[in-house]
Structure formats: C-alpha cells, structure tokens
C-alpha cells in the first residue's frame, strides 16, 4: 500500500490443535517465513530465533494502529506512556510480518489491538517456533483486544507496562 514493503501473504493450517502450519511471504522484499508446530521456524530457508533475553529499556518495540480514530487515540496514550520505557518503536505496516521480525530477531517485541485471528495465526506460529511468548493482554491466548509478542523476559515486562 503506498509503495510501502510492509504488506504481505500469510497463511496458516489450524487443527483442532490450534495452528500447526505457517507461511508468510513479503514479496517487496522477498522475505519468506515459514514454520510447523514442533519443527522451529524458518526465514528464506535459515533457521532463525528470537532475541532472549533483552530488558525492556533497550528493546526495539514494533507496534500497529487502529483505523477507529478512538482506538487509534488510546493507542496513542499507550504510546506516550512506554516511549519512554524503550529503546525505540517502529511501525512496519503488517501484523504478519511484525510478528516474523521479532521471530529473527530483527525486533525485540510487537503489541498491537484489535487485530483479526487471520493478522496473527501464521506470524504468531513463526514467532513461537523462533522461541517467543504471544499471548493477549492479559497473558492467556492472543485475540482481537490485544496480540502481544516477545522473549519471554520482554514479554513479562511489556505485559506490565501496556
């Protein structure tokens, strides 16, 4: 959108298991994520992992926001009070992806509300299989009110903070 590289394909296979099966495609940058429960998580063919540990105030946080103008505006409080926790925050465009960037490491930790079960299901498989915690935002399983992922040390950490 935009010319920007931020979007993506992403697909995922989900039994009565939950999701088993992964793939994500970044054609812009010809970037392919992909992982299978149990089998860790890949990009462009190399296994990759998760960035563990990193404390809170160094770490590279991704992040997304509503379309709604009043989530988009709570959202935005959230940000104001952990800028000043972190190292730094990005904005990439796409769930899918925020959540294969912190699977290689590329990004400490994403959160981000209202999302969709299709925004997170293969990303969030790649992201656990690279060694990182989703979870909601409460700590139990991710839905549409919030989608948090990271080390499990940041995770802890940006749990208390958001």
Partial sequence: MYGLPGWNISIAAKSQEGVVA???????????????????????????????????????????????????????????????????????????????????????GYFESSLKEWDFAAGGLIATEAGAVISGRTGGAPDGDMVVCAGAALHAQLLAQI
């Fill in 22 to 108: 992964a793939v994500v495609f970044a054609p812009s940058i010809n970037g392919f994520w992909s992982a299978t429960k149990n089998g860790g998580a890949f990009y462009n063919g190399k296994k990759i992992k998760c960035n563990e540990p990193v404390d809170l105030k160094l770490a590279l946080i991704a992040t997304g926001f509503s379309y709604d103008l009043d989530l988009r505006t709570e959202q935005g409080e959230r940000m104001r009070k952990l800028i000043p926790q972190i190292r730094d925050l990005r904005r990439n465009g796409a769930a899918a992806v925020d959540l294969c960037y912190v699977a290689m490491g590329a990004v400490d």
